[in-house]
């Protein structure tokens, strides 16, 4: 423990990284300001409906995305997820539009047309979402919630208008924290919204199983002892790595290869367990949307049936489904984001080499069967991981909010940001000491 606060008190005595974090919690800050500041025209006590639309199921978790902007009306009402949503658009149209696989493969001026692609497609998606919000507050809220008139045109105007400006500027801010912060910005905000609800679900629980008696203190201290578990099984899993040795020639003084497999560097690969990351969870999540929206057209008993069934996330048919459609996606999403034919190929010009694996075709044929053997428990782990909220609800009684951190896309992008920060922090660190985040390991004077 002393070695860990020496540590992280060491963070403070490099002034780039010190500002750094500096600057990414005052952006953070300004995100959660604006979460808080309501559309122009909306009587924010009149908003008790929307609350309730948002206390539980998909309207939750819609609300903990955006940190509670979406319950409140707020100007960062669509928060962040119009971006997330265009990236995934961009990524999965470079698969089959020539023009962005021939940007993917131009380096960092691509990358820039790209990032410029994926705002102009966010603006675009936005101006859809926010008359869907609008029209969503109309269905919601009282007419006398509606300063400028119930169904005005100038408020729906100036409405869509400042939605999209929120997303724009919550971009920014996102980019700016992965500029001029510590990196992975557009996540940390997502996160800062996740844990904005948090301590509100925990006190709910809390109020519920001590206050109330419906349990005791010994119920609350098992959930945060299952929960701790979840969370380790949750790190071992976006940690996890099979390491495939590679064994490259030695370069001879004169530059001849020599193709001496003693005398050569030996590395590995490393091939994530789980190398789709929180995608799956949330393709499938976007999927899941479809049954109930369908059903909800009709107003037949057995449409209305399969809405109702279908809004519940934590009915056995929801997650029986939500699962297998994880294990598709995660397959799916692991096979166009892990390029085994590029990774051949470039182990290749290397002079590197799998031992026991000629180069080329092969190679590219063994990473390939390597990667399908381990997306299999690893895309099992993570629909487990996406359906926990469901198993504690049914078995220990946990209530419905402070269950979706139980697991799902909350607990992975929390985890997945957190280790990421971590590692960018620690990369700070061994710039100017040896040990920094380190468990072991002697200090060196400060770089000038």
Sequence with gaps: MKKFIE?????????????????????????????????????????????????KGIGWLIDVFTGGAFSQASVFALGIMPYIS????????????????????????????????????????????????????????PADAFLLGFNSFGFLFSSVIILTTGTVFAMWLGEKITDKGIGNGISLLIMAGILARMPQAFIQEFSSVVTNN??????????????????IACILMVMAVRKIPVQYARR????????????????????????????????????????????????SETAQSISTRF??????EYNLLFALLIVIFTYFYTAITVPTNKM??????????????????????????????????????????AVFPAIVV??????????????GTSLLIMVGVVID??????????????DGLMKSGKNRKAIA
Aim: hydrophobic letters at 50%; a neutral charge; glycine letters at 10%.
């Design 7 to 55: 540590s992280f008190l060491s963070v403070w005595k490099i002034e780039e990284l010190k500002n750094r974090i500096l600057i990414t919690l005052g952006f953070l800050l300004v995100y959660r300001f604006g979460a808080q500041v309501p559309l122009p025209g909306i009587d924010i006590t009149k908003l008790e409906n929307l609350a309730t639309q948002t206390d």
């Design 86 to 141: 265009a990236s995934i658009v961009v990524q999965l149209m470079g698969i089959a539009i020539p023009y962005l696989q021939k940007l993917q493969k131009e380096g960092e001026s691509g990358r820039k047309k790209m990032n410029q692609i994926t705002r102009w497609l966010t603006i675009g998606i936005t101006l859809v979402q926010g008359p869907g919000y609008i029209y969503n507050l109309y269905r919601t809220l």
């Design 214 to 231: 419906n349990g005791g203190p010994m119920l609350i201290v098992l959930e945060i002892i299952v929960w701790l578990l979840v969370i």
């Design 252 to 299: 001879s003084i004169s530059g001849d290869l020599e193709q001496d497999l003693m005398g050569g560097d030996r590395q590995f690969i490393p091939l994530k367990l789980n190398a789709s990351g929180v995608m799956p969870i949330i393709f499938a999540q976007a999927i899941m949307f479809i049954p109930a929206a369908v059903a909800g057209l009709s107003q």
């Design 311 to 316: 809004q519940n996330i934590f009915g056995w």
């Design 344 to 385: 051949a190929d470039d182990l290749k010009r290397s002079g590197g080499f799998i031992p026991g694996v000629k180069p080329g075709v092969e190679t590219a044929d063994f990473l390939d069967k390597i990667m399908s053997l381990i997306t299999f428990p690893g895309s099992l782990f993570l629909a487990l991981l």
């Design 394 to 407: 049914s078995i220990m009684g946990v209530q419905s909010q402070w269950a979706l951190f139980f697991g």
């Design 421 to 434: 920060t971590v590692q960018q922090i620690n990369s700070y660190l061994l710039n100017k000491h040896y």
